[in-house]
């Protein structure tokens, strides 16, 4: 108010000094005008015109009234000045208008339109006045022309489509009032063709209404748009109960991704605004009351729930047939090849010419089982132990599971609490900044900061899309049952240990609970940190809602590596430090990654060289060493295995294995080189996926050609996981927003909730993705469950 006082008192100031200094030269003419008549007249720096307006406003009624001023003068000395001086309101503009674009490029407009605000009157109807007075210091008659007119539907009804035109110096603006009983409204714009660009912004009603490119930001709600814009309005942010709803053309396109035109100008020269009228609808919807939210609050927390109720049915079945003694295998239950083959009605033909019949007893007389963790680490020897161990031809479990498990349970249980760790210090940070977007959005009312589908985006509270962040509540159940299923697993386990029964302390996978407990915290911060994301998706803060996908991915493939190799997977620091190399990787990305070519050689040779050295290091088993005689070694086994005598791989399943993977991540490198994608976050993302399905597949083929079978529950969670994985997929890929966009461009994606009038398509990702990966940590965790009888000398290492 202040502002708006000071801005009418210098405007008054001017304009009687004006006439001061030109009392002596200058004549005042008063008119009294009629709207709907064009009035052609010429302005002079000798006279003046005074256009003089009356019409009856109504308490319960709203008449726009809008200005439209053109110059007929081609070559004009001086602008001409419009000063429309109302009750309570003064608006000027000058003709020709000049408008500012990028880099400060001029750009005239001889024809301007401006709708006059509305001051508030008490009374039930009153006449009122307003003034348009017409001047200019121009020496030379300026021929201009005058239209007042009354602008049709200038209050907009619900559910009432409104088409109007608008340009750079026509901007329009229409009047909305809250009906009884509706508390939020979606105001949609629309039109037909992407440019010229526009703004749209929702205003409180009083005067000056802010509707031109320069200061249409200043107050209010805003948003670019090119094809689409929709801004969800509720009554509690406006006291009158009523808004404007303002659309501007900008005076140049780049704001919503339009060309970049670069000119070299002199400091005063004016460039053609050329044709940038736009044809625009307008529509006013009512939003979903109350009922719809808890609505989508119990229906999300229905479907989650009916997993704790399913996982404590078929705890309780297996409970009762394990009470009948009818779990699992007898240690005496014939074990042979293609039982799952068997099961599916499919016939196997393993190839057994690689794994003689003898193997098997081998496997008990070449292990050192008796040896201790303790003694093992202290015999000098141990080096040439380990190579003759682990260099056989064929491995069996028992090979690889030789320490104290007492020595390796606290080993793994480490991965648990360094993931509770960082955890807490991620999350902290993440979440205050979070708060801060969405402050900032609350304060300043743009709409560009945050990729919303502004569509279906429900705000509670503060929040802008409260929907969003709801679809994420299963990451954090599914995670708390999974991390519940695998402490059940855990005790039932050590009490087995306490009673010293057999198949415990000899036969199956060795039982090692760190890695899940800690998949389980990684997939419940997936949700916490996800939803965090969506409070304000945009380009800078999607690290967040990834970096826990990499520590998913991460330890996924460490515990599958682990169940065939518990002696010698990586520690826990040592993996989590690879995994802070990857998401300092993906901050690098979001930074400098955008078309820079030499971030993309160095990420590319790190990619690769990491990948053989990796390798490496899994093809012999844990017996390679990267030190000063690496080069000397390289070139004497290519010398003896490759020139010598030029023999096949030793292990044949791990070169295969090994190769693809390579010629994987070797082709993810050379289209990251060559393409450079924007979202490098999810290129990453994208390498890690493949690498863990990649060897998810050789793990389950590797188990199928050594004659193990996958027990019911465990094929049931496969085929379920993979059908769940493939409609989570679909709907990932409808893409309703998109930060690689401009805001303008990505609300062109945006499309309307289709499931409870409260959730969209992505609502619909969160959902599946969650219960996909839950079901996947369960196939990780019951697919070896039919070794749980057998002798760990009788179970391959692949």
Same mark, same amino acid.
Not at 66 to 77: D, K, T
Not at 364 to 389: G, P
């Given at each position: ?15 009687? !000094? ?31 015109? %005074?256009? /003089? ?16 001023? &053109? ?34 490029? +001029? ?6 339109? $401006? ?12 006449m009122q006045f307003f003034y348009v007075d017409v001047s200019t210091l121009s020496t030379s008659g300026v021929h201009y022309q005058l239209r007042v007119s009354r602008v049709e539907s200038f209050t907009l009804q619900t559910d009432k489509k409104f088409t109007f035109n608008a340009t750079p110096s026509q901007?329009?603006?229409? +009047? ?5 009983? &509706? ?28 509707? !031109? ?74 939003? @979903? ?28 079945i297996e409970n009762k047939r394990c009470a009948h003694g009818c779990c699992g295998l007898s240690p005496a239950s014939p074990y042979e090849y293609g039982s799952f083959g068997e099961l599916l009605g499919i016939s196997f033909a393993l190839s057994l010419s690689e794994r003689p019949l003898d193997v098997v ?18 015999? /000098?020897? %141990? ?36 993931? *509770?760790?960082? #955890? ?55 995670? !708390? ?13 050590? $009490? ?25 915290? *990684? ?39 682990? +169940? ?7 520690? #826990?620091?040592?993996?989590? *430090? ?27 040779? =790190?990619? @690769? ?13 844990? $017996? ?45 490198? /050379? ?15 994208? =390498? ?8 998810? #597949?050789?793990?389950? =083929? ?19 996981? #993979?059908?769940?994985?493939?409609? /989570? ?34 609502? =619909? ?34």
């Amino acid at each position: 108010d202040v502002i708006r006082h000071v801005v009418v008192l210098l405007l008054l100031t001017t304009h009687v !000094l004006y006439g001061e200094a030109n009392t002596n030269t200058s004549v005042v003419v008063q008119k009294d005008a009629q709207f709907d008549i064009t009035y052609l007249d010429t302005v002079t720096s000798e006279n003046q015109t %005074i256009y /003089a307006f009356n019409h009856t406003v109504s308490k319960n009624k709203t008449e726009g009234v809008r200005v439209s001023v &053109e110059l007929l003068s081609e070559r004009p000395n001086g602008p001409v000045l419009f000063v429309v001086r109302q009750k309570q309101a003064v608006l000027s503009f000058q003709v020709p208008l000049i408008l500012r674009g990028l880099y400060q490029r +001029k750009y005239q407009y001889t024809q301007v339109g $401006r709708t006059l605000c509305q001051p508030p009157t008490l009374a039930l109807s009153e006449m009122q006045f307003f003034y348009v007075d017409v001047s200019t210091l121009s020496t030379s008659g300026v021929h201009y022309q005058l239209r007042v007119s009354r602008v049709e539907s200038f209050t907009l009804q619900t559910d009432k489509k409104f088409t109007f035109n608008a340009t750079p110096s026509q901007p329009q603006f229409f +009047k909305y009032v809250f009906p009884d009983g &509706e508390d939020t409204v979606i105001v949609k714009v629309n039109s037909q063709k992407n440019f010229p660009c526009s703004v749209m912004s929702i205003q409180d009603i009083q005067c000056p209404v802010y509707d !031109l490119d320069n200061n249409v930001a200043f107050i209010g709600m805003y948003q670019t748009m090119t094809k689409t814009g929709a801004i969800t309005v509720q009554r509690k942010d406006f006291p009158s109960n009523s808004f404007y709803v303002v659309v501007v053309v900008k005076t140049e396109d780049e704001a919503c991704g339009g060309p970049l035109k670069f000119y070299s100008l002199l400091p005063d020269e004016l460039l053609d605004a050329g044709n940038r009228s736009k044809t625009l609808d307008v529509v006013v919807s009512p939003a @979903i009351n109350s009922n719809v939210y808890i609505m989508g609050v119990l229906f999300c927390l229905g479907i989650f729930l009916s997993f704790y109720i399913l996982t404590f049915l078929v705890a309780c079945i297996e409970n009762k047939r394990c009470a009948h003694g009818c779990c699992g295998l007898s240690p005496a239950s014939p074990y042979e090849y293609g039982s799952f083959g068997e099961l599916l009605g499919i016939s196997f033909a393993l190839s057994l010419s690689e794994r003689p019949l003898d193997v098997v007893g081998r496997c008990r007389q070449e292990s050192l089982s008796s040896v201790e963790e303790d003694d093992y680490d202290t015999l /000098a020897d %141990i080096d040439s132990d380990k190579n003759i161990v682990r260099t056989k031809k064929y491995l069996c479990v028992s090979d690889l599971a030789r320490k104290d498990k007492r020595v390796l349970n606290k080993k793994y249980q480490i991965y648990f609490w360094n993931i *509770a760790t960082i #955890a807490v210090f991620y999350a902290l940070p993440v979440i205050q900044l979070v708060i801060t977007y969405q402050t900032v959005v609350n304060v300043t009312g743009n709409q560009d900061i945050c990729y919303y589908n502004f569509l279906c985006a429900h705000p509670l509270g503060a929040l802008s899309s409260f929907n969003n962040i709801l679809s994420n509540l299963g990451y954090v159940m599914l995670g !708390l049952l999974f991390l519940l299923i695998v402490l059940q697993r855990d005790i039932l386990h050590n $009490r087995a240990l306490m009673r010293n029964d057999t198949p415990a302390l000899e036969c199956g996978i060795p039982k090692h609970f760190g890695l899940f407990y800690a998949m389980g915290t *990684a997939l419940m911060m997936e949700g916490l940190l996800s939803a965090c994301y969506h409070v304000c998706p945009n380009y800078t803060n999607f690290q967040f809602d990834t970096s826990f996908m990499y520590m998913i991915a991460g330890l996924c493939m460490l515990k599958l590596y682990q +169940k065939r190799h518990p002696d010698i997977n990586a520690s #826990a620091y040592s993996a989590y *430090a690879c995994l802070a190399a990857v998401i300092f990787f993906s901050v690098l990305g979001v930074v400098f990654g955008k078309g820079n070519t030499a971030f993309w050689v160095v990420f590319s040779v =790190i990619h @690769i060289v990491a990948t053989m050295l990796l390798s490496t290091q899994l093809y012999y088993v844990g $017996r390679w060493r990267l030190d000063s005689g690496i080069l000397r070694r390289i070139l004497y086994v290519i010398y003896t295995d490759c020139i010598r005598q030029c023999s096949g791989p030793m292990y044949i399943d791990r070169m295969v294995l090994l190769v693809m993977g390579n010629i994987v991540n070797w082709s993810l490198a /050379a289209y990251g080189l060559i393409k450079r994608p924007n979202d490098f976050a999810s290129y990453l993302l994208a =390498i890690a996926i493949c690498n863990l399905l990649l060897y998810f #597949a050789f793990y389950i =083929i590797m188990k199928l050609r050594s004659g193990e079978r996958v027990l019911f529950l465990a094929l049931v969670c496969i085929l379920f996981t #993979a059908v769940v994985w493939g409609f /989570a997929l679909f709907f990932f890929f409808q893409g309703l927003s998109t930060w690689q966009k401009t805001p303008a461009e990505s609300r062109e994606h945006n499309r309307d909730c289709i499931l409870l009038s409260f959730f969209d398509d992505h609502d =619909i990702w969160h959902f599946l993705s969650s219960i996909a990966m839950f079901g996947s940590f369960l196939v990780l965790l019951t697919m070896d469950d039919d070794l749980d009888t057998i002798q760990r000398e009788k179970i391959y290492v692949f």
